[in-house]
């Protein structure tokens, strides 16, 4: 769990098309420790452009909305530059691993994708479009909070069984991404553990390695698959059938 009074607030922007669902998200999230919620999208459209003007760490990123979706919203946000210095923006915020995403466009918004359903083809895609990780509206408010402060602090929301089946379910087509990527016996190790949600602690714990060892072969997992971050390689690695069903690691 994050120590949500150890940093400074994390600033989060929530985009959702429904009106009640987006104030009532923002009124409850505004009341727990170590958030500031900096403003609101009522479509993709409209979180592409708060997100230029606001800046946020995170944004809370609802999935089916009108005019441009989550999924090419993700996409655009990760994919842009990080603007030209416009105040309140805190530069280089890395996680536990000591290191931004790789392919994370420099001063973009984490994502969070929140959804209804478990299952909502949607959520796999804007994965593999970069998002950090999923919630669903249902969970209590703390836990959305949490996810977000996890995200903001570098690390992935990881729902191992669940991102299975969805990809079992709707392939996206990166199953050529493993083969191409060269990757070495060890480091496949490490991202078949990724994949079932264990930390670069319990990664390395399980290989009997360093904890700096771990976190350079996740470094050139994400380097050698293009990934977003450790959600999208996970993506890939069950698309890839790199991880077989009912593998729980060490």
Known sequence: MTDPGSSTPVTLLIADDDEVTRSGLRTLLAAQPGLTVVGEAADGVEAVEQARLLRPDVVLMDVRMPRRNGIEA??????????SGAPGRR?????????????????????????TFENDDYVTAALSAGASGFVLKRLPVRQIAE?????????????????????AARPLGSTEALPKAALTGREEQVLRLM???????????????SLETVKTHVGNVLT???AQNRTHAVVIAYESGLVAPGFTGC
């Open 74 to 83: 993700t996409r655009q946000l990760l994919a842009e530059p990080g603007g």
């Open 91 to 115: 530069a280089g915020r890395t996680g536990r691993t000591g290191r931004t995403d790789s392919n994370r466009a420099a001063g973009a918004p984490k994502v969070v994708v929140i959804t």
């Open 147 to 167: 996810a977000v402060r996890v995200v903001a602090a570098g690390e992935a929301i990881l729902f191992p069984a669940t991102l299975r089946r969805m990809v």
């Open 195 to 209: 994949a079932t949600g264990q930390s670069n602690p319990e990664i390395a714990e399980c290989l009997t390695v």
């Open 224 to 226: 050698k698959l293009g």
